[in-house]
């Protein structure tokens, strides 16, 4: 399979670095040129446009920032007019259910076949090959492309189209809710005089260990709130969560609530570019507590 | 070191039975003596009474159901005043920590030390010795009892007396917390026609991945809420946080939100004697949905 990626940013270039060591004939375009560089080297061909990325495609990868960016680098930049008939678009950006949906539905005009394909496990993931990888779409489509996924992580399809999508929000609703209880859990026994490092360290393997609990927690102790996943990405994913569970009817409280807050961190508290465990500040703020104990 | 053991009911007694086979001379006391019976086999001696488990201790453990059960075993029933000077007080019941601290004082005017030291992991982690041992008191007292420790799982001092309790309170947020986040996303992918196995599988070793996602999504997708830990434990343990969190002058937003979802499945749903993963009966009411799909 012929394989053109569009987008080797932070998690598009491990990526795709992944399917060129893998044996695959990769071509890749980037909006900034500067980040294909170590792809050449590593073997891609690089193209100067999408258009001629895509041109003799078999498959075509799409790892932009949302929704909005797929579809104007699909249609408004004509990209897809130049796949052939035939072709396959992987979108692993993660966007919204309807904007997935809404996207197979025009590729599959076109003669393009669509599946969405989102991804947890952040730059780490993308490069030890070991990313989770959701996927919406039909099950003829997925087994033609199945082993692309191989070299990125690992691929399971959860429905049609849109369902990649669907479970990518779930994913940021379950990651965006226990920040919140690492962050309750770290200032009650930081005032009650523990060390969190050991709290962390005799609850690991146990009932309330997660990821989360012991690479969030020990950045809320240190204060280091670098990203890693930034707030602002954060309350997108949980605006997005709200959007789609209007759409359903469904009421979500504890999304709800954190959704509210992150909002206040990235407005009010001028959070927005800070890690997601930064909403250990707005935990602090709210009880008139400083960073340090 | 000679051991009492008071209290030997679902988790008492494999944790005593892991002294037992440790080589510990271990005596055991339970109030309904059944419960003994699988310990004599395997070499315990059994009391008729506390007052007689206790009587030649350089320890006594004591692993009953709250701080008011602990406070009546220890001093209502004066088995605290059979033990010898000297002697050490393990409370591996889960209470609040300001019972602990009490108990502790009280004790020590007795001559006798008291450490705290509640644990996490159910009884499978009681039945593998793989339990987090969460421990208060003072480091010559913990030092002396450490190796008692080893064959019930691990052991971690992490403060003064009633840190243990507090540890534990602080795992039970994250615990209530995590299963509220599980829940809203098995509600999620469930309405938008994605299989939650499929879910909880590509989700599986990744950022959003947990125990309580594996184990208590499980349960909500199957509708079996045979506990387990009952929810009418999970309402005490919030109720215990926020008493803990009153008296500290802390908010802590999402578990007071748990608490009264909690109090709504165990009163108004009477959902009490249901595993704690049943707060996703209080999610479906919410949201006039049936369990089954």
């Known amino acids: 399979m012929t394989i053109a ?3 080797t940013g932070l998690m598009g270039a491990p990526m795709a670095l992944n399917l060129v060591k893998a044996g695959f004939p990769v071509t890749v375009w980037n909006r900034s040129a500067g980040k294909t560089v170590a792809l050449e080297e590593a073997g891609a061909r690089v193209a100067e446009t999408p258009a001629e990325a ?5 498959v075509v990868i799409t790892m932009v ?18 796949m052939p008939t035939g072709a396959t678009v992987i979108d692993m950006s993660s966007i919204r259910p309807e904007e997935a949906r809404n996207h197979a539905d ?10 969405d394909a989102p991804v947890s496990g952040g730059t780490r993931g993308a490069e030890d090959g070991s990313l989770a990888i959701m996927v919406g779409g039909d099950d003829v489509t997925f087994d033609r492309v199945a082993s692309l996924f191989e ?14 999508q669907l479970a990518k929000l779930a994913n940021q609703a379950i990651v965006a809710i226990t920040i919140g209880a690492v962050a309750e859990a770290t200032l009650l026994v930081r005032e009650g005089g523990i060390d969190p490092a050991c709290f962390r360290a005799v609850l690991k ?4 260990d997660s990821v989360i609990l012991q690479q969030h927690g020990a950045r809320m102790q240190a204060g280091d709130f670098a990203p890693g996943g930034r707030s602002s990405f954060q309350l997108k994913d949980l605006e997005n969560v709200l959007a789609e569970c209007r759409a359903m009817g469904l009421s979500l409280p504890l999304t709800a609530l954190q959704r ?10 001028e959070g927005g570019d800070l890690d997601h465990s930064a909403l250990f500040l707005e935990l602090l703020e709210r009880n008139n507590l400083s960073r340090s104990q």
């Open 5 to 7: 990626f569009l987008g």
């Open 54 to 58: 895509v041109g003799k495609a078999d």
């Open 65 to 82: 920032s949302d929704g909005p960016a797929v579809g104007d680098l699909l249609f408004e930049q004509g990209t897809a007019e130049h």
């Open 106 to 115: 025009r590729l599959s005009k076109m003669g393009i076949s669509h599946i």
């Open 151 to 164: 070299p990125m992580g690992r691929a399971i399809l959860l429905g049609p189209s849109g369902s990649g």
């Open 205 to 208: 393997g146990g009932f309330a």
């Open 260 to 269: 509210d807050r992150f909002a206040d961190l990235v407005t009010r508290l």
